[in-house]
């Protein structure tokens, strides 16, 4: 604003040049313009300032125009002079609004300026000029208040920074005895102590807080009058008074920082700039800066079946304007939905589809959110959409998938992957290429929880493979008998008659010299050279038969296996040398510590297993 000032004196100093140039029988001689003086109709006297200011002019305004007029209005001029007789309502309506759009320098004194008639042989006229020089001086809009005896003198002085630190003393009356503070200041460049009190009761007003201005001159408050020599101060206090100030004056600089005239203490936008200061929904934001809702929409994409609804929720915020004050509408695909004016809402859906909700405030700024709708069919009607479903054509709300591929358990032909299509694989879902099954069950081993089929689980077996119930186990070391490692005996094989009792837990006598007594057989007794040991047949299965010589003759082993495969013989007979037998069953020996290859060492053992049965 400074700057507009600046650039308006230039125009009316040119202005002034050209007239002269133009002009016959006028020398050219450029003359700078004056300050241009606003004061009220009331003050008739300030029409001498021109005679007072070179070059000054002045402009008188009523009350109503102090009270009608913008920040921009008063900034046309240099200097804004108030009075006593100012209008106290014009003041008091008007004084924040010039306040504002004072940017040069100010000066608020108590010296009575209407014993200023003219010129500057006066010491109040003298004191006026420096005044206004000083603030012309200055540039920008300046103000000069001159208090005088007012029940209301506050309320010229705005109450605004920096003008909002003043207060008064005392308002009216008559002081005298003026002591200048500051000789050197701009201001009182010709003014003296006798300058500002060549008249009776030159001071109507003391200051008692000053804010941020500067005290230029101070005055006795006790009625004097200056003697024109010695210390004023000395002179005050012989007449039982102090010196107060009485003379203020400042260098104003006004903050604006969008440059838009208008300060930045009353400027509803003060970094963007609007002269005009526009409101529309009157929250004290102007619009040029209101700023827009933000919005979020919840969810951001759906996927539904034709047909199908979604619930949106649009979250807004809004910086300077309540939540509740914002206005929701929501489109589909551009089109506006009638009735839905909330924060939430609910569509159903044919097709894809772009939902989009615009947030309003009360000054009609608008955000907005969108989110995407795709609509897919379920053919199997399972509530999973097609390019979801791992059975489109099967219906499987649960989308079970054992081995994890594109298909579900319900439609795929394998569903362990391991080569074997479910509709042969004695474990569907669990991989066996193989399909091991040991007990020849509908199960393959690696799923069925009883390999053997005895009864007993897999987890709790001591034979796994091997089908026995009972689990016995007689020696006790964890490992069932029916799975114990066993062997024929060396050479040949040992028998027992088909009737001697030989179920699991039985004892049976295998080898000696009464075994002919000791074992039953149902094709009859057997020959008494027979003693219990075959040596033609070494690994023999159910359904053969074995040969060998008599007695000691068969050649019996050293020694016997603790497990011991013993075969279960119907017949034995004797021809010539020869002893023969059949092999009806072959069972699992535990023997006995006692064996010996003499028939007198008997060997016994207790059945502990059934190998096989012809």
């Known amino acids: 604003m400074k700057r507009m000032n600046l650039i308006r004196r230039f125009a009316q100093a040119a202005a002034v040049a050209l007239l002269l140039l133009l002009t016959p029988g006028i020398e050219s001689e450029v003359v700078a313009a004056g300050p241009k003086v606003l004061c009220s109709t009331g003050d008739n006297w300030c029409r001498n300032i021109p005679t007072t200011v070179a070059g000054a002019s002045v402009t008188q305004w009523t009350a109503a125009q102090f009270l009608a007029a913008t920040v921009a209005d008063f900034q046309q001029f240099d200097v804004i002079y108030l009075d006593h007789r100012f209008s106290n309502d014009a003041a008091t309506g008007a004084k924040n609004v010039y306040g504002a759009a004072i940017d040069g320098r100010a000066v608020i004194t108590g010296v009575h300026f209407e014993h200023c008639g003219g010129g500057t042989a006066s010491g109040p006229c003298l004191v006026l000029k420096d005044s206004i020089d000083w603030i012309f001086a200055g540039g920008g809009t300046g103000l000069l208040v001159s208090t005088q005896f007012s029940a209301a003198c506050h309320n010229w002085i705005p109450n605004i920074a920096p003008f909002n630190g003043i207060t008064y003393s005392f308002c009216g009356g008559g002081f005298d005895i003026v002591r200048i503070d500051d000789p050197g200041h701009a201001t009182m460049a010709t003014s003296t102590n006798a300058s500002m009190s060549n008249f009776a009761n030159s001071s109507h007003s003391i200051f008692g807080n000053i804010g941020g201005f500067t005290s230029v001159a101070s005055v006795c408050d006790r009625s004097g009058y200056y003697s024109g020599s010695g210390d004023p101060r000395v002179q005050c206090t012989a007449i039982g008074g102090v010196m107060r100030p009485h003379f203020l004056v400042a260098s104003v600089t006004v903050a604006d920082q969008d440059g838009d005239g208008v300060p930045d203490s009353t400027d509803n936008c003060p970094t963007v700039a609007n002269a005009g200061q526009l409101d529309a929904n009157g929250n004290g934001v102007g619009d040029a800066c209101e700023s827009a809702p933000t919005v979020t929409i919840s969810p951001q994409t759906e996927t539904v079946a034709p047909g199908g609804s979604v619930t949106f929720t649009a979250t807004a915020n809004d910086s300077d304007d309540p ?212 040596n033609s047949n070494p690994a023999p299965a159910c359904g053969t038969s074995w040969t060998t010589n008599p007695g000691n003759s068969s050649g019996p082993p050293p020694a016997v296996p603790q497990y011991m495969a013993v075969v279960v013989s119907s017949n034995v007979t004797k021809t010539g040398s020869t002893i023969s037998g059949t092999v009806n069953e072959i069972v699992i020996v535990y023997t006995r510590p006692g064996y010996g290859p003499n028939p007198g060492h008997e060997g016994y053992g207790t059945v502990v297993h059934t190998l096989c049965k012809n």
């Open 323 to 534: 939540v509740s004050s914002l206005t929701y509408e929501w489109r589909v695909n551009g089109i506006i939905q009638p009735g839905q004016t909330g924060a939430t809402a609910t569509f159903t859906f044919v097709a894809d589809s772009t939902v989009r909700v615009t947030v309003r405030d009360p000054g009609l700024l608008s955000g907005f959110a969108e989110a995407e709708v795709t609509t897919n069919a379920d053919a199997d009607g399972d509530g999973v959409l097609d390019p979801s479903d791992n059975c489109v054509s099967t219906a499987n709300p649960g989308q079970e998938n054992n081995d994890g591929d594109a298909q579900g358990d319900v439609c795929d032909p394998d569903d362990d992957n391991d080569g074997v299509p479910d509709t042969g694989d004695n474990c569907a879902l669990t991989a066996n290429p193989g399909q091991q099954n040991n007990d020849g069950d509908a199960q393959g081993d690696v799923c069925d929880p009883d390999d053997d089929n005895d009864g007993v689980l897999d987890t709790a077996d001591n034979c796994v493979v091997t089908p026995n119930p009972g689990q016995g186990d007689i020696d006790n070391d964890g490992q069932g008998d029916a799975c114990e490692p066993f062997s024929f005996a060396s050479g040949g094989v040992f028998a027992i008659g088909d009737l001697t009792p030989h179920v699991t837990g039985t004892t049976v006598n295998f080898w000696g010299a009464q075994w002919a007594n000791n074992n039953a057989l149902s094709g009859g007794p057997a020959p008494n050279a027979f003693k219990g040991f075959a």
